[in-house]
C-alpha cells in the first residue's frame, strides 16, 4: 500500500488545519491507522489511531481535545483535523497503517507499523 499525506502548511497558533492520508495499492478498511509526528531533533513520536472500524479512537496525550482522528473506508483515507494548534506542534507529521489486519488499538505504536506515508510539515507560529 502507498500512503499519500497532504494538508500541512504554516499556521499561526491557535489556528486549525487538516491532514489528510490517501491510500492507493490495497484497501486500508481492515487496518488500525495512525498519526505520528517528528519535531526537529527529537524522535517520532504516536499522535493519534483509529481502529479499522472507525469505532475507537486513541490520542497522545499532549493532542487529546485538539485533534481528532477519523477515516472514510469507502474513500480509502484517514484525516487528522487539528484545533488550537500550538507551536510545539510544529512537526513533520507521519500517517501510518498497522503491520496486520484487525489489530488492537491499544497495542498500536510504532514497531507494528507496516507502512508510512511519506510526511507533510506542520508549522505553527506564536
Known amino acids: 500500500v502507498q500512503l499519500q499525506a497532504s494538508g500541512g502548511g504554516l499556521v499561526q497558533a491557535g489556528g486549525s488545519l487538516r491532514l489528510s492520508c490517501a491510500a492507493s495499492?490495497?484497501?486500508?478498511?481492515?487496518?488500525?491507522m495512525g498519526w505520528f509526528r517528528q519535531a526537529p531533533g527529537k524522535e517520532r513520536e504516536f499522535v493519534a489511531a483509529i481502529s479499522w472500524s472507525g469505532s475507537n479512537t486513541y490520542y497522545a496525550d499532549s493532542v487529546k481535545g485538539r485533534f481528532t482522528i477519523s477515516r472514510n473506508n469507502a474513500k480509502n483515507t484517514v484525516y487528522l483535523q487539528m484545533n488550537s494548534l500550538k507551536p510545539e506542534d510544529t512537526a513533520v507529521y507521519y500517517c501510518?497503517?498497522?503491520?496486520?489486519?484487525?489489530?488492537?488499538?491499544?497495542?498500536?505504536?510504532?514497531?507494528?507499523?507496516?507502512?508510512w506515508g511519506q510526511g507533510t510539515q506542520v508549522t505553527v507560529s506564536s
Open positions: 501510518a497503517r498497522d503491520d496486520l489486519p484487525f489489530g488492537s488499538i491499544s497495542q498500536f505504536s510504532q514497531t507494528v507499523v507496516g507502512s
Open positions: 495499492g490495497r484497501t486500508i478498511s481492515n487496518y488500525i
